[in-house]
């Protein structure tokens, strides 16, 4: 079966880390670009980062830059999003997502395969 | 930072046409990504490379272009068009970006 499941969400205090993982099947992996995207519930979309299939290339919104990283394990077909020094903003529905196109930083593609989400929650 | 402009609501009885649009200054350089998305459920590309049309989206769904300006249209909205709809594209250093979205609100 074609999909994304991701997990690593969880409750966190201000200012800890938290990292999440997204676990792919039915396609080729390593093939696409993937990406990193979060929702505040009864919000909107908001891109947060996004990996070229080879690692060789990586993007990250404003909001989360020098905060966040993203990885991938082609390997393991699976890809990550380190959160460190998380703010109370952070707190959404953290969607991983597929690309259609294999690098980052050139052509924008978009996403047309979405997993189910994983909730960070950001309290004290 | 880049920002793409979308209005926030739409309403239309069913059987009409629902316009949405979206502003950007570099829509003219990267293609521009239609979704809709329907409460507790993921986004679903609508319209791809500002006109194209998946296989499986009714033809009720298009899309077009006018310089800094991509619109979706719903030609003969149903009532299960009633949704959440976004606009991505990507900035001058090709990350990417999502309108604010569009409620469509069936009369």
């Known amino acids: 079966e074609v999909q994304l499941v991701e997990s690593g969400g969880g409750l966190v205090q201000p200012g800890r880390s938290l990292r999440l993982s997204c676990e792919a099947s039915g396609f080729t992996f390593d093939a696409y670009a993937m990406h990193w995207v979060r929702q505040v519930p009864g919000k909107g979309l908001e891109w947060v980062s996004g990996i070229s299939w080879n690692s060789g290339s990586v993007g990250y919104a404003d909001s989360v830059k020098d905060r966040f990283t993203i990885s991938r394990d082609n390997a393991k077909n699976s890809l990550y999003l380190q959160m460190n020094s998380l703010r109370i903003e952070d707190m959404a529905f953290y969607y991983c997502a597929k690309d259609i196109v294999h690098g980052y930083g050139g052509r924008i593609g978009y996403f047309d395969l979405w997993g189910r989400g994983t909730l960070v929650t950001v309290s004290s | 930072s880049y920002e793409l402009t979308q209005p926030p609501s739409v309403s239309v009885s069913p059987g009409q046409t629902a316009r949405i649009t979206c502003s950007g200054d570099?829509?003219?350089?990267?293609?521009a990504y239609w979704y809709q998305q329907k409460p507790g459920q993921a986004p679903v590309v609508l319209i791809y490379?500002?006109?194209e049309r998946p296989s499986g989206i009714p033809e009720r769904f298009s899309g077009s272009s006018s310089g800094t300006t991509v619109t979706l249209t719903i030609s003969g909205v149903q009532a299960e068009d009633e949704a959440d709809y976004y606009c991505?594209?990507?900035?001058?250093?090709?990350?990417?970006?999502f309108g604010p979205g569009t409620k469509v609100t069936v009369l």
């Open positions: 490379k500002v006109t």
């Open positions: 991505q594209s990507g900035d001058i250093n090709g990350n990417y970006v």
């Open positions: 570099a829509l003219p350089k990267h293609s």
